[in-house]
Every structure is written in structure tokens, then in C-alpha cells.
């Protein structure tokens, strides 16, 4: 995948806004007061349909179509799927090893993250050191899982920019609620909306990273089975985010069918977008 720099720029600057959203879900929870429940489902469930359509559709049929030269059609299927089901594998070990609360991908409301903190007794309250511990814990994780994401994106972008731009964006909406989530503990943590904000907001950079660390470690190697594979893994890993994660805080956020429209109208706005580059 040799590309040139023009595209190596816009596929970084891609990453970069996808996992800097980080810091305006970070600035939704400390200048408003309660959570737009009806946009945030809606919001959620558009993200998951995009990345549910464009996974199945167009990213495990790249992939499936750059085994078949090397493997044939039967053996470049089943690589792909194996390839598919091993992203998925990634990003659920990636999830299970990350307990509980402190988890970034469990989305919360402001209002409940608030409560949370508001309620915990005095002497545990006044115990900064522990909150602050448990705050970098928190930074850190939502960079663990933020690196595979990155490299998803950078690799789309640089594969087809126009797939890059909605996955960017899909991301991007899926990060804005891990905001919320690393930023209130954090100033709890810290007593600063400042120092907060800016963890946060640093937190997502983990997506850029693991576009140039991956970068800088696959392409020496690439082939066309090596991109099929790649290509396959990232879609296995934005269905279970999309599965595990988007979908059930949608209906969680807001009424069930508003997760469902915002679903299919991601599928359909997808869809119309790969139509319009064909």
C-alpha cells in the first residue's frame, strides 16, 4: 500500500479528528448539565448502522477480493472470515481484560457519572490520591482500546478516502460519550475541569498512534494478503464495537426505535455515499 504523501496527510488528519472527539464528549460533560438523550440515541445507533453497513458491504469484500488472486475464491473466503473473526477476538480480549466502571467503551450519561462521583462517601471523596490513580487508569485504558481503532480508520482512509471519511466520522461519534466517561473521573480525580479536559482530550491521541505504529510496522510487509487480512480484521473489530458497545447504549440513552431509525439511516446515508464514488 504505497501511498503518496498527499494521502498519508489526509488519512492521519482523519485519525486524528476521529480520536480528538474524545475531547469534546470531555467538554459536553462539564459545560451542560444533562444529556441529550433523543440526539445521543440517534446519534449512536446513525454510527453503528454506518459501521455495520460499511464492515459487511465494502470493507469484508475488499478484503475477500484481495486474497482471491493468491488463495482463490474458497481459500481467500475463508481467510477473510477467520481474519474477521480474529479482529472481533482482538477488540472482545481488549474489552474483557479491562474491569468493569473504569471501562471507557461502558458509556454513561453526565447526569450518572456525576452521581457516581457526588455520592461516594466523604473519606473516600477526600482520598485524592486513590481518585487520581483511578483516573490515570482510566486515561490509559481508553488509549488501549482507541489503538486498534486508529488503525482501522488510517487504514480505510488510505485505502479509499471517501471510506475513510464516514468510518472517521462514525468513530468519532462513538468516542464523543468515552469523553464523557474519562473526563468526569478524572476531575473528580484532580479537582481541575482544565487538567481534566486535557487528559481527555491527550487520551485520544492513542488513535493517531496506533495509525503510525501500525503503519510504520505493516507496510514494510505488505502484500496483498497481508492488506486482506489487515482489511478483514477491521471489519470484524468495528461489528463487535458497533454490536457491543454502540447499539445497546443507544437504546439505553433513548427510546428503542430512536436507536433503530438512527441505525437505518446510517446503513442508507452509507450506502448512498459508496453509490455516489462508484
Same mark, same amino acid.
Given at each position: 500500500?504505497?501511498?503518496?504523501?498527499?494521502?498519508?496527510?489526509?488519512?492521519?488528519? *482523519?485519525?486524528?479528528?476521529?480520536?480528538?472527539?474524545?475531547?469534546?464528549?470531555?467538554?459536553?460533560? @462539564?459545560?451542560?448539565?444533562?444529556?441529550?438523550?433523543? @440526539?445521543?440515541?440517534?446519534?449512536?445507533?446513525?454510527?453503528?448502522?454506518?459501521?455495520?453497513? %460499511?464492515?459487511?458491504?465494502?470493507?469484508?469484500?475488499?478484503?475477500?477480493?484481495?486474497?482471491?488472486?493468491?488463495?482463490?475464491?474458497?481459500?481467500?473466503?475463508?481467510?477473510?472470515?477467520?481474519?474477521?473473526?480474529?479482529?472481533?477476538?482482538?477488540?472482545?480480549?481488549?474489552?474483557?481484560? %479491562?474491569?468493569?466502571?473504569?471501562?471507557?467503551?461502558?458509556?454513561?450519561?453526565?447526569?450518572?457519572?456525576?452521581?457516581?462521583?457526588?455520592?461516594?462517601?466523604?473519606?473516600?471523596?477526600?482520598?485524592?490520591?486513590?481518585?487520581?490513580? %483511578?483516573?490515570?487508569? &482510566?486515561?490509559? &485504558?481508553?488509549?488501549?482500546?482507541?489503538?486498534?481503532?486508529?488503525?482501522? &480508520?488510517?487504514?480505510?482512509?488510505? &485505502?479509499?478516502?471517501?471510506?475513510?471519511?464516514?468510518?472517521?466520522?462514525?468513530?468519532?461519534?462513538?468516542?464523543?460519550?468515552?469523553?464523557?466517561?474519562?473526563?468526569?473521573?478524572?476531575?473528580?480525580?484532580?479537582?481541575?475541569?482544565?487538567?481534566?479536559?486535557?487528559?481527555?482530550?491527550?487520551?485520544?491521541?492513542?488513535?493517531?498512534?496506533?495509525?503510525? %505504529?501500525?503503519?510504520?510496522? *505493516?507496510?514494510?510487509?505488505?502484500?496483498?494478503?497481508?492488506?486482506?487480512? *489487515?482489511?478483514?480484521?477491521?471489519?470484524?473489530?468495528?461489528?463487535?464495537?458497533?454490536?457491543?458497545?454502540?447499539?445497546?447504549?443507544?437504546?439505553?440513552?433513548?427510546?428503542?426505535?430512536?436507536?433503530?431509525?438512527?441505525?437505518?439511516?446510517?446503513?442508507?446515508?452509507?450506502?448512498?455515499?459508496?453509490?455516489?464514488?462508484?
Amino acid at each position: 500500500m504505497n501511498a503518496d504523501p498527499q494521502t498519508l496527510f489526509m488519512a492521519f488528519g *482523519l485519525t486524528l479528528f476521529a480520536g480528538l472527539s474524545t475531547g469534546l464528549g470531555s467538554a459536553l460533560a @462539564f459545560f451542560t448539565r444533562q444529556t441529550n438523550t433523543r @440526539f445521543l440515541s440517534m446519534s449512536l445507533g446513525f454510527s453503528a448502522g454506518v459501521m455495520l453497513y %460499511v464492515s459487511f458491504v465494502e470493507i469484508l469484500s475488499k478484503a475477500r477480493e484481495a486474497l482471491t488472486p493468491d488463495w482463490g475464491v474458497a481459500g481467500g473466503a475463508w481467510i477473510a472470515t477467520a481474519a474477521f473473526f480474529g479482529g472481533i477476538a482482538l477488540i472482545a480480549l481488549i474489552d474483557k481484560l %479491562v474491569p468493569g466502571y473504569e471501562n471507557p467503551h461502558e458509556l454513561h450519561s453526565i447526569e450518572e457519572m456525576d452521581q457516581r462521583y457526588e455520592t461516594l462517601p466523604k473519606n473516600e471523596a477526600h482520598d485524592f490520591a486513590k481518585l487520581k490513580r %483511578v483516573g490515570v487508569f &482510566t486515561a490509559l &485504558t481508553i488509549g488501549i482500546h482507541n489503538f486498534p481503532e486508529g488503525l482501522a &480508520t488510517f487504514t480505510s482512509a488510505l &485505502t479509499d478516502p471517501a471510506l475513510g471519511v464516514a468510518i472517521a466520522v462514525a468513530i468519532a461519534i462513538h468516542n464523543i460519550p468515552e469523553g464523557i466517561a474519562v473526563s468526569v473521573p478524572l476531575y473528580f480525580a484532580t479537582g481541575s475541569r482544565a487538567k481534566a479536559f486535557r487528559y481527555s482530550f491527550l487520551s485520544g491521541l492513542a488513535e493517531p498512534v496506533g495509525a503510525v %505504529v501500525g503503519y510504520a510496522l *505493516l507496510m514494510p510487509f505488505f502484500s496483498p494478503t497481508l492488506f486482506g487480512v *489487515l482489511f478483514a480484521s477491521v471489519a470484524g473489530i468495528m461489528v463487535f464495537i458497533s454490536l457491543d458497545e454502540l447499539l445497546p447504549a443507544a437504546r439505553e440513552f433513548g427510546e428503542p426505535h430512536l436507536a433503530i431509525y438512527g441505525l437505518i439511516a446510517g446503513m442508507a446515508v452509507m450506502a448512498v455515499s459508496l453509490l455516489l464514488f462508484l
